[in-house]
C-alpha cells in the first residue's frame, strides 16, 4: 500500500514563499510520476504541477514562472517551491503518486496567502 505525506504548508504574506514537500512510501519512489493539485474553498480540485519519472515537468499556466516541482530520488521527496504568491494560490495543497495509472494522494497541506 502506498503511503503519501505533505508537509511544509502554511501562512505567508502575498510575495513571500513556501515550499511544499512529500514523501512517498511502499513502492519504488524513482517509478511514481509525482504530482501537486490544489483545491480552493469551493472549487475543484485543480493541477498544479507534475514531474514524471524522468524528470520532464508540466506545469498550470497560472504557477509557471513562479512554481517549481522537483524531486530527489535518493530521498523519497518531491518538492514544490513556491515563490511571489498571491492570494489566489490559498487553498489545500495535495501530493499524488501515480503509477500504473493508479492515483495515490496525501491527506493535504493548507496555504494560506493573506497580509
Known amino acids: 500500500q502506498v503511503h503519501v505525506v505533505e508537509s511544509g504548508g502554511g501562512l505567508v504574506q502575498p510575495g513571500g514563499s513556501l515550499r511544499l514537500s512529500c514523501t512517498a512510501s511502499?513502492?519504488?519512489?524513482?517509478?511514481?510520476?509525482m504530482g501537486w493539485y490544489r483545491q480552493a474553498p469551493g472549487k475543484q480540485r485543480e493541477l498544479v504541477a507534475t514531474?514524471?519519472?524522468?524528470?520532464?515537468?508540466n506545469y498550470a499556466d497560472a504557477v509557471k514562472d513562479r512554481f517549481t516541482i522537483s524531486r530527489d530520488n535518493a530521498k523519497n521527496m518531491a518538492y514544490l517551491q513556491m515563490n511571489n504568491l498571491k492570494p489566489e494560490d490559498t487553498a489545500v495543497y495535495y501530493c499524488?503518486?501515480?503509477?500504473?495509472?493508479?492515483?495515490?494522494w496525501g491527506q493535504g497541506t493548507h496555504v494560506t496567502v493573506s497580509s
Open positions: 511502499g513502492s519504488i519512489f524513482s517509478t511514481f510520476a
Open positions: 514531474i514524471s519519472h524522468s524528470g520532464r515537468t
Open positions: 499524488n503518486a501515480r503509477r500504473l495509472l493508479v492515483d495515490n
